[in-house]
């Protein structure tokens, strides 16, 4: 039996993760820095582990008699003053040496869809330094590349709740968001493929437009969606690199960069984000 330790496992992702995990069989190991949150059910027999991975110190042994790492760890909300390179790089490199002492067999990371095209970001920079490092650690890896996440989406639904969406250009721009137990299921693939590198998206491609009326469709309103110009857009963003440090403008530099381009990555899963909307509002 082989036993994979999930790195990141209180997050939204890695939750699906250690569940996948578990259906088929598999020794799981989960390293969180506070393991009171995983919210798992008692039916899942889960190994835990506390570990800060930004303190090498915090993680040593963490890797002892495991054969396989899933790494989820990164910024999704910056706190603690933590940088995209504190975290999305040197944590993944600290778990990765530990991985290298321990002869862990295969290295599984999770990244950004288009991450090598937009490194000018801050949040890709520092995913594909890392990136980087585990190619030439001399362990087997794959990268897995996702587009949104469906969670991501529910920003939609707390606009309309509030009556109205906001949109750049029309929200003309297309992307295919995948649900997290959807990706979970190809992060577990992953383990027997001897693929190194994989974009995934969900099911079905969508415009911001589209994507806007299935969230008033979910709270049952008619919608009200207002346009944003795009030189409005480019103007906060260039602003925010101005005047803010990259702590503060690093998740708004990604969210209005993509929200201007299409993000379509190949389509994998069978969960619709219709689907989504409407178990999120009857919760």
């Not at 303190?55 to 790492?69: A, M, T």
């Not at 790494?71 to 003053?81: H, L, N, Y």
């Not at 491609?205 to 589209?210: A, F, G």
């Amino acid at each position: 039996m082989r036993r994979v330790l999930v790195a990141g496992a209180t997050g939204y992702l890695g939750g699906f993760i250690l569940r996948e995990l578990q259906q088929r069989g598999m020794w799981v190991r989960a390293l969180a820095r506070d393991t009171s949150k995983l919210r798992l059910p008692s039916s899942l027999h889960i190994e835990s582990i506390e570990g800060h991975m930004t303190d090498p110190r915090s993680i040593e042994g963490c890797c002892k008699d495991i054969d396989i790492i899933i790494s989820t760890v990164g910024i999704t909300r910056q706190k603690d003053g933590l940088t995209y390179m504190d975290v999305d790089y040197q944590t993944n490199l600290n778990l990765l040496r530990e991985a290298r002492k321990t002869g862990v067999q295969k290295f599984i990371y999770i990244s950004v869809f288009n991450g090598r095209k937009l490194q000018h970001l801050k949040i890709c920079a520092a995913k594909e330094k890392f990136v980087d490092e585990l190619k030439s650690s001399g362990i087997d890896f794959c990268v897995i590349r996702p587009n949104g996440f469906f969670s991501d989406m529910a920003a939609y639904l707390e606009m309309a709740k509030k009556g109205r969406i906001y949109l750049f250009q029309h929200g003309g721009r297309s992307a295919n968001p995948i649900h997290g137990a959807d990706l979970a299921s190809l992060c577990v693939d992953a383990i027997d493929s001897d693929r190194k590198e994989i974009d995934i998206g969900g099911p079905h491609v969508l415009s911001h437009r589209e994507i806007a009326h299935l969230a008033f469709r979910a709270l049952g309103k008619d919608a009200v969606i207002t346009s944003i110009p795009d030189w409005l857009r480019k103007m906060v963003l260039w602003s925010l690199r101005k005047f803010t440090s990259s702590k503060l403008y690093g998740p708004l530099e990604f969210f209005l960069t993509v929200m201007a381009m299409d993000m379509i990555a190949p389509e994998f899963g069978t969960r619709t984000l219709q689907d989504f909307f409407m178990n999120t509002v009857e919760k």
